[in-house]
């Protein structure tokens, strides 16, 4: 299957569960509604440009925003998830050639660490940022700081077990193929 | 001028990235002025489609429930019916139209039409439901919604087959109730907690209340009719430092298992809109 057709499909995977999985269950404790869908996102090619990643982060968080009734909201975190992604991968792998060996950033490519790091601060980001838009709108610091945190945790795990459980097979990159 | 293009170019990549987040920004601040974005109608009939369909199946799962709910509401209604009412006196007869039926209708002041809710959410601070019913079915923005237990909360966006509903679940909603026993009035709002209870602010401390009091639709609301149960009270908090009390209430409308609701067009109010818009021009 190519590239393409396997991200298309992913597309819509991941925002149905996101929108009749996810959303549906009462947030935990008041707090955490869970995110998985921006791992959409991560999982994208390594080799994907700059300004077309920036452009389909925003379009993807457009399309959750419009099952969910918050235009902007989602749009405006998937952006900046897709925007910060290239600066990450860059610190995380040290590499010395300018080819990578992988299509996709997963466990295999990059290795567990690293992998986690990088799952973990771009939750983070995603995270804090829609709190924080949400916060602009009703201001209250305890609850702001308590939701990033927790949420943040949630989707963390959550998007490593999805990682773990739904192993995606790879082929190594080499020159010759 | 060279320069500038110079800097663009090189930096595109971000200037992109300010470009979409200005535009995502902007849809999240003017929706919540106005309730209303770009493309929102046309994009509620696709992403209603599918929740229809998700629908299909969860009415399924809660049919019991549903089928209780409707038998007490009938109940209810039943005991309403004249004929249960009878005077130990029988040499007097009242008689009594109940219900003004003329060609032209002209006494009618609410009018109310089914819906079926085909999605909801309880989860955000920003609650909304979508019903199977829109502009080509006689919908309107701005009228009222009511389940078969209580109030649900009033319309704000429609499309030709669909309406999105802003309910009392939402840190924006505000909704003129009064005390069912001794009339007084004040505002609903919602903290953005717990969905199963809802706060009444601006009742004065002069008056006694109690736990279990029931709280109704105001009078003076030009969207609910009045008399319609909005919730019961829970706890009174008392805060020294005002002269008001602030009420929890437990909601009359279970959020979490809506299935039907009745949308209620106010068919006088424009008259009333326009007569109150007159008295304002005149001062």
Not at chain 1, 29 to 39: D, E, G, M, Q, V
Not at chain 1, 129 to 134: C, D, S
Not at chain 2, 263 to 282: G, I, R
Request: hydrophobic share 45%.
């Amino acid at each position: 299957m190519s590239s393409l057709v396997k991200n298309i499909i992913r597309f819509f995977l991941f925002i149905l569960v996101q929108v009749f999985v996810l959303d549906k269950i009462p947030p935990l404790h008041r707090l955490i509604t869970p995110y998985l869908y921006f791992i959409f996102i991560l999982w994208l090619p390594f080799n994907m440009p700059r300004l077309s990643l920036t452009l389909v982060g925003f379009l993807y968080g457009l399309t959750l925003d419009y099952f969910l009734y918050t235009p902007g909201l989602h749009a405006a975190a998937c952006t900046l998830v897709a925007y910060a992604r290239p600066f990450i991968i860059n610190i995380l792998i040290a590499r010395e050639s300018t080819e990578f060996n992988y299509i996709e950033p997963s466990i295999t490519a990059m290795g567990f660490t690293p992998y986690a790091v990088y799952i973990l601060i771009l939750t983070f980001l995603h995270n804090s940022y829609i709190v924080f838009l949400e916060w602009l709108r009703f201001p209250n610091f305890w609850y702001f700081l308590g939701k990033v945190l927790a949420t943040t945790g949630v989707s963390f795990l959550l998007a490593m077990i999805t990682e773990m459980l739904f192993y995606r097979k790879q082929r190594f990159r080499t020159n010759t193929a | 001028m060279r320069n500038v293009i110079l800097f663009i170019r090189r930096y595109f990549n971000f200037v992109f990235f300010l470009i979409l987040q200005v535009i995502a920004l902007m849809m999240l601040f003017r929706y919540n002025k106005y309730h209303e974005a770009a493309f929102m109608g046309v994009a509620m009939e696709i992403t209603g489609s599918f929740d229809a369909r998700y629908n299909t199946i969860e009415n399924f799962l809660r049919l019991k429930k549903t089928n209780e709910q409707l038998a007490a509401e009938n109940e209810r209604l039943k005991n309403r019916l004249r004929q249960d009412f009878a005077a130990p006196d029988s040499s007097k007869q009242v008689v009594l139209d109940s219900i003004r039926i003329d060609s032209l209708q002209q006494y009618r002041k609410y009018l109310y039409l089914s819906a079926k809710v085909i999605g909801n959410s309880t989860s955000s601070q920003t609650n909304f439901i979508t019903i199977h019913r829109g502009s080509r079915q006689g919908v309107q923005r701005d009228m009222a919604v009511l389940s078969s237990t209580g109030v649900v909360g009033t319309v704000v966006t429609v499309s030709n087959n669909m309406a999105s509903v802003m309910s009392i679940l939402h840190r924006q909603s505000r909704i003129s109730a009064s005390l069912f026993r001794t009339g007084e009035t004040g505002t609903i709002e919602w903290d953005g907690k717990d969905p199963q209870f809802i706060t009444l602010k601006n009742i004065p401390k002069s008056v006694q209340v109690k736990k279990g009091d029931t709280v109704i639709t105001s009078k003076y609301s030009d969207k609910f009719p009045p008399g319609q149960f909005i919730g019961f009270v829970e706890e009174v908090a008392n805060d020294p430092s005002s002269n008001f009390y602030s009420l929890k209430l437990r909601t009359a409308t279970n959020f979490f298992n809506v299935q039907y609701v009745n949308v209620v067009a106010n068919l006088q109010k424009d008259e009333q809109e326009s007569l109150e818009k007159a008295t304002q021009q005149k001062q």
